[in-house]
Structures are given as structure tokens and as C-alpha cells.
């Protein structure tokens, strides 16, 4: 009961409101809402307070959660690193959604049909290592630099290249780097791309605008808006334009597999691992 309360009051801090939460538990509202009054009535204080249509929490509960969050990750970790995994059990996988549409839906295609209870998800890597780290997801493939000390195993599976695509990158194809017009990329502030800053700074490539959204700079580089800077799985996505589209030599992004340590145990993991590794093998001797 304790570790349940926890477990949502940590939720409710990222999602906001009771229904998100519930929505992410597969739970009702009003089951999230005894969760937390337990916890309150066992820890005999306060822990949230009605802020418009979302829930705040007080003070004394975000001090609990910057006590308590590591080791209820980990907690949690562990416990699902305990459970039976048979061939009928969702097997959570978080992965890059940019990944998943660039390099794996074909892949996910075959693979769901040798083993069709693979349940996705789609976040931003620090979303994804959360999830792993804490047993939400059996398995995460991310792209962008990892941090350090995020204490999980890590594969490389493939280093994925950056282009300039859109009409004024092809237009400025033989200029050099220092008279392109600003540049529309990806958010530079997530903590898997902030290393991308000084190398296109190098390049003399300044970003006029950063979105947090992938599919936003496709349709903007289709409709001639740009340069943009797209990874090359996501070329093909924007038709004549990506054909068109300029390299960025020695600019790129590493993509990982991330699993917890006794992972691969479990051979519905290790398999999945392998045909992974296998299909990005390829690819890269494709290219």
C-alpha cells in the first residue's frame, strides 16, 4: 500500500491531474484519490492541494519525493526484475519516436507476429531511462547522448548522421557553412541534444527555431521552410526535399539500446535484443 501511494504521488507530481494518473495506472480517478489519502492518513500530512482543474502538491510532498524517488525507481527496478515473464506477459518497450518511424516500424512489423504481446510506447530518452530505470519499460531505444550515472547497461547500435534539408539548404549547397541563414531544429535544450549546440556552432549553423516535435520540422522542410536539420532515418519521410538534402559531416546522434542489468536473463528480452541487433547490423552495412 505504501510503495502504491508512492508510486502515485510520483505520478501525480509529472501528470498533473487525477485522470492522467489514473489513465496511466489503468485505474479509476477515485482509486487514485484513496491512494493519496492513504498515504496522507499514514504519513499524517498534507500532500496535494486543488490547483484549477490540476492537483498541486505542497511543500511537504515535493520534500518527500526528492527524499524518496530514487530509491522508489530502483525499488521498483527490482521488483520487476522479480517477476515471472511468460510468452503472454506485455513486454513494455520504450523507444524514440523518431526511431520507431525512421529505422523499426517494418522491423516491429515482423517481430510482433514471432511475439505479439511487445507493448510500445514513445518518449523522449530522458523518459525512456526513467521508465527502464524504474521497470515501467523492460527495454528502451533511445537516441541522443546518455548521461552520466544513469545506471543502466547500454548497446550502441547504430551512429546516425544529421542533414540540412529544405530549399535553402539545397540552394546553398556548394557555400560554405558560415553563410547558411539560421537553421530549425529539434529542441536543443533536451538534455540528449544539448551537445549538438557547440558542434553547430562550429559549422557557423545558428538555430532560429527549436520544436519539440519532429513531425512540426518534417512538414515545415516539405514545404520548403528551412534549412532543416533532420537525423537521416527521417529523409525518407519528407519525399523530394530529403532527397535533396545536404550532409553534415562528422555531425550525428548515437543511438542505444538501454536495459537493467539482469535483463537479458529473461529470454523474450534477449531475443528481442538480438533481432535488434541484428536488423541495425544490417542497416549499418547498408549504408
Same mark, same amino acid.
Given at each position: 500500500?505504501?510503495?502504491?501511494?508512492?508510486?502515485?504521488?510520483?505520478?501525480?507530481?509529472?501528470?498533473?491531474?487525477?485522470?492522467?494518473?489514473?489513465?496511466?495506472?489503468?485505474?479509476?480517478?477515485?482509486?487514485?484519490?484513496?491512494?493519496?489519502?492513504?498515504?496522507?492518513?499514514?504519513?499524517?500530512?498534507?500532500?496535494?492541494?486543488?490547483?484549477?482543474?490540476?492537483?498541486?502538491?505542497?511543500?511537504?510532498?515535493?520534500?518527500?519525493?526528492?527524499?524518496?524517488?530514487?530509491?522508489?525507481?530502483?525499488?521498483?527496478?527490482?521488483?520487476?526484475?522479480?517477476?515471472?515473464?511468460?510468452?503472454?506477459?506485455?513486454?513494455?518497450?520504450?523507444?524514440?519516436?523518431?526511431?520507431?518511424?525512421?529505422?523499426?516500424?517494418?522491423?516491429?512489423?515482423?517481430?510482433?507476429?514471432?511475439? @505479439?504481446?511487445?507493448? !510500445?510506447?514513445?518518449?523522449?530518452?530522458?523518459?525512456? #531511462? /526513467?521508465?527502464?530505470?524504474? &521497470?515501467?519499460? $523492460? %527495454?528502451?531505444?533511445?537516441?541522443?547522448?546518455?548521461?552520466?550515472?544513469?545506471?543502466?547497461?547500454?548497446?550502441?547500435?547504430?551512429?546516425?548522421?544529421?542533414?540540412?534539408?529544405?530549399?535553402?539548404?539545397?540552394?546553398?549547397?556548394?557555400?560554405?557553412?558560415?553563410?547558411?541563414?539560421?537553421?530549425?531544429?529539434?529542441?536543443?535544450?533536451?538534455?540528449?541534444?544539448?551537445?549538438?549546440?557547440?558542434?553547430?556552432?562550429?559549422?557557423?549553423?545558428? @538555430?532560429?527555431?527549436? !520544436?519539440?516535435?519532429?513531425?512540426?520540422?518534417?512538414? #515545415? /522542410?516539405?514545404?520548403?521552410? &528551412?534549412?532543416? $536539420? %533532420?537525423?537521416?532515418?527521417?529523409?525518407?519521410?519528407?519525399?523530394?526535399?530529403?532527397?535533396?538534402?545536404?550532409?553534415?559531416?562528422?555531425?550525428?546522434?548515437?543511438?542505444?539500446?538501454?536495459?537493467?542489468?539482469?535483463?537479458?536473463?529473461?529470454?523474450?528480452?534477449?531475443?528481442?535484443?538480438?533481432?535488434?541487433?541484428?536488423?541495425?547490423?544490417?542497416?549499418?552495412?547498408?549504408?
Amino acid at each position: 500500500m505504501l510503495l502504491e501511494g508512492l508510486e502515485t504521488l510520483c505520478l501525480l507530481a509529472s501528470e498533473g491531474t487525477m485522470a492522467k494518473v489514473a489513465s496511466r495506472l489503468y485505474i479509476s480517478q477515485s482509486a487514485v484519490s484513496k491512494r493519496i489519502a492513504q498515504l496522507e492518513q499514514r504519513l499524517g500530512k498534507k500532500l496535494i492541494e486543488p490547483d484549477g482543474r490540476h492537483t498541486r502538491l505542497t511543500p511537504q510532498a515535493r520534500e518527500l519525493l526528492t527524499r524518496v524517488a530514487p530509491s522508489l525507481a530502483e525499488m521498483k527496478g527490482v521488483l520487476t526484475d522479480s517477476q515471472i515473464l511468460t510468452d503472454q506477459t506485455p513486454l513494455p518497450v520504450a523507444c524514440s519516436e523518431t526511431l520507431l518511424a525512421g529505422y523499426l516500424a517494418r522491423f516491429m512489423h515482423d517481430y510482433l507476429e514471432r511475439d @505479439p504481446h511487445i507493448a !510500445l510506447s514513445t518518449h523522449h530518452t530522458p523518459v525512456i #531511462l /526513467a521508465r527502464v530505470r524504474g &521497470g515501467d519499460a $523492460l %527495454l528502451g531505444i533511445c537516441a541522443g547522448r546518455l548521461p552520466p550515472g544513469h545506471g543502466l547497461c547500454t548497446e550502441r547500435l547504430l551512429e546516425e548522421p544529421f542533414y540540412l534539408v529544405g530549399n535553402a539548404a539545397s540552394e546553398h549547397q556548394e557555400e560554405s557553412a558560415e553563410q547558411l541563414q539560421p537553421i530549425l531544429t529539434m529542441d536543443l535544450d533536451n538534455p540528449s541534444n544539448r551537445y549538438l549546440r557547440e558542434p553547430l556552432a562550429a559549422l557557423g549553423l545558428t @538555430p532560429a527555431m527549436e !520544436l519539440d516535435s519532429y513531425l512540426a520540422l518534417i512538414e #515545415l /522542410a516539405k514545404a520548403g521552410i &528551412g534549412p532543416v $536539420l %533532420l537525423p537521416a532515418g527521417l529523409l525518407a519521410l519528407v519525399g523530394e526535399q530529403g532527397a535533396q538534402a545536404r550532409p553534415l559531416p562528422g555531425l550525428g546522434r548515437p543511438l542505444h539500446l538501454v536495459y537493467r542489468p539482469n535483463s537479458l536473463k529473461r529470454e523474450r528480452i534477449a531475443r528481442l535484443v538480438q533481432a535488434l541487433q541484428a536488423h541495425f547490423r544490417q542497416l549499418t552495412a547498408q549504408s
